[in-house]
């Protein structure tokens, strides 16, 4: 008998109950509120649903991120910068680069809403962090989670990487509303209701030569983005050039949603209590909000700007779209200007910042890699 009741007294010291500190159990009610997020209020679900999950694991069983733990191995390949540029092939697969080639103007809307990065960056600096964190740090501005992961592994900045992608892909998730109280504070009524010219056709041969020559300039002048923007503008290339379909299908699909998968769930197991629950991580949750916030009313200022001088012709809700949400930030600049006439349609016209964005803020990530020096 005795040796039954010490038998069963093993197995219920084993249990989470007796091993977890209230810090996780707070991390845990963290996870489940993202959960309700993801699957009741549809918020970026395949992002948010695989990063609540790891981190509900993580603070249940501690022990699977430790190393040989299962989403170690899953984080590894976070830190070799493999799955940050997988998921660009991806997306580079999925990606119309048209309305961007029709109105190459759209590029300096896209460089525009990058200002939020380098506002994060002084913030961070000013809060105490030092030059490599806060420049990991600023990338949240850009809401780009897989390039804040690649600068943040890139910078050696792997203690931040938790909180960093979480906030990322936070505010990813959080776009729509964030953005339309900025915009409609930032705008009038008329200049919401403007309407834009249709977009001129795109040839086939613009579509394939422009993942080519982005390619060419961009790693030319900034080799260090070789891998983002290399892996976006070769899924891109597969896409356009028409030839390699099954590889067009594997990168945007198959390949893209296993990615994903690991992604999420190694971002969300990085945290736990222990890494998650401290002052740093509230600076750097709020750092990411002001430069979101940011760089989509410096966006919507530019927009304004390029309203003023090509007479009217610019409608400046789609500046907003030049953060790096694909296509979330379209989408919302969609919307809010539905609000004010039905039927302005400016999806398409958005899709060109916003597709700019994603190829900007890889480049600012490029420019604080060669500012330290990091190849």
Known sequence: MGSIVETLGNLLHQTAFFNLSGGNYAMIAVACFFLYLAIAKEYEPLLLLPISFGMLLVNIYPPIMEEGGLLWYFFQLDE?????????????????????????????????????????????????????????????????????IYLASKLGQTGLMGPI???????????????????????????????????????????????????????????????????????NLFKESGVVRQLTETASNALMYIVVILLGMSVGATTSAEAFLNWDTL?????????????????????????KLTGGKVN??????????????????????????PTNFLLMHAMGPNVAGVIGTAVAAGVFMAMFGVG
Do not use: H
């Open 80 to 148: 070799w910068s493999i799955l940050p540029s997988l998921i660009f092939l991806g997306v580079g697969a999925m990606t119309d680069f048209g309305p961007l080639i029709a109105n190459p103007a759209s590029f300096l809307l896209g460089a525009a809403a990058q200002f939020g990065i380098f506002a994060a960056y002084i913030g961070a600096m000013l809060l105490g962090f030092n030059e490599l964190a806060a420049a990991a740090i600023s990338i949240i501005g850009g809401a780009d989670g897989p390039t804040s």
């Open 165 to 235: 992608a979480v906030a990322a892909y936070s505010y990813m998730s959080l776009v729509p509303i964030i953005q339309p109280p900025i915009m409609r504070l930032l705008t009038t009524e008329k200049e919401r209701a403007i309407k834009m010219e249709q977009l001129r056709p795109v040839s086939k041969l613009e579509k394939i030569l422009f993942p080519i020559i982005v390619a060419t300039v961009v790693c030319l002048l900034l080799p260090s983005t070789a891998p983002l923007v290399g892996m976006l503008m070769l899924g």
């Open 283 to 307: 600076k750097i949750v709020g750092l990411g909000l002001l430069a979101f916030a940011f760089g989509t009313a410096s966006g919507v200022l530019f927009g304004k700007l390029m309203c």
């Open 316 to 341: 400046p809700l789609i500046g907003s779209a030049g953060v790096s949400a694909v296509p979330m930030a379209a989408r919302v600049s969609q919307k809010v200007g539905a609000e004010t006439d």
